[in-house]
DNA sequence: AAAATACTTGACTAAAATACTCTGGTTTAT
DNA sequence: ATAAACCAGAGTATTTTAGTCAAGTATTTT
């Protein structure tokens, strides 16, 4: 999983159906497209990945446009970085089974792995509701116990930003 | 802060010198650079950061190198990440006062925030020691409480990646 | 004093990744 | 039929990163 503002953006479309789409109304891309500064193009390329990774439905023809898949309080914030972001390809660290260079692996390597956990335990705590509702307390949350994570980590480049 | 794998580097450094450089004998780059299969140059690019954060000291001259500036248990993972980038310039998301977009706080903010003071109570919980100690779970944390968190929360590009 | 070692600094560059845009479709409701 | 809306792939400009190069300066050892 990459954290990009590909992601962000994917986020932002996705609480945007559901704040601007009830009663099982479709939202249109070109709406999406103005209240988020998101382009139509680049709203297209973000929904065909939503589409395939299953978050998301279109009905097609005039009066279309998207609708969840899933309830709100089912789609977390993993699920959609995880949809709009292509699949990993491996550059600095191998993974945890090969180890880190030339077969040895780094003495970082559970900084890094633990860490990934961390954000990753993080993201999948959150859903698209939770994002909504403005009261929730996004910095008390309860994380799914370590053992029920399955990914596995590796640190690429940039990775967040917090001056 | 960024998490970049010019953050990694920085901290396979620092975990380098505190591994290898007992009873106050200082580290050379050259011998970080054969063992961390980090170039020279790029080394000294990193030091240059290092040194002015304060994380490192250095002695000139044959027999000289590096050793760090504090005890290991004392210097952070977000401390030496820290260092080693340039300071933030704004892009998507303007700061937490200001708003997102023209004046208007978008609707993802308080995730984006809450994430990143998430990674960031992480990275602050770790010490360069504790990364050496082997035995340490870096699963399962003691983390400081959330009003003790003084940063500020931006997202940009790349973040992470958890397969 | 000379020489070797090792740190110091700034500028520069190549490669990669990202964040888009553009063009041309196809489907479906009215 | 027509227009709204989705679908798809290729392509591109910008940014960022990672890393190099060249030319120093300081300190210790011999």
Not at 31 to 37: K, P, T
Not at 53 to 70: K, M, N
Not at 93 to 111: F, K, M, P, S, Y
Not at 127 to 147: A, F, G, R
Request: hydrophobic share 40%; proline share 3%.
């Amino acid at each position: 999983m990459r954290l990009t503002s590909k992601g962000r953006y994917g986020v932002s479309a996705m609480v945007d159906i559901n704040n601007n789409g009830k009663e099982g109304k479709p939202v249109t891309l070109a709406a999406i497209s103005e209240r988020q500064f998101i382009s139509l193009s680049y709203l297209e390329q973000l929904f065909r990945s939503l589409r395939a990774g299953g978050l998301v439905r279109s009905i097609r023809g005039p009066g279309g446009g998207y609708l969840l898949a899933h309830p709100a309080s089912e789609i977390t914030i993993a699920n959609v970085i995880q949809a709009v972001n292509e699949p990993i390809r491996t550059t600095l660290c191998e993974n945890a089974v090969r180890g880190c260079h030339r077969g040895r692996r780094c003495d970082t390597h559970q900084l890094w792995d633990a860490m990934g956990k961390h954000i990753y335990r993080f993201l999948d705590a959150v859903t698209i509701e939770m994002v909504c509702q403005k009261e929730v307390d996004l910095n008390n949350l309860e994380l799914k116990p370590v053992e029920d994570i399955v990914t596995e980590v590796r640190m690429e480049q940039k990775i967040a930003k917090v001056s």
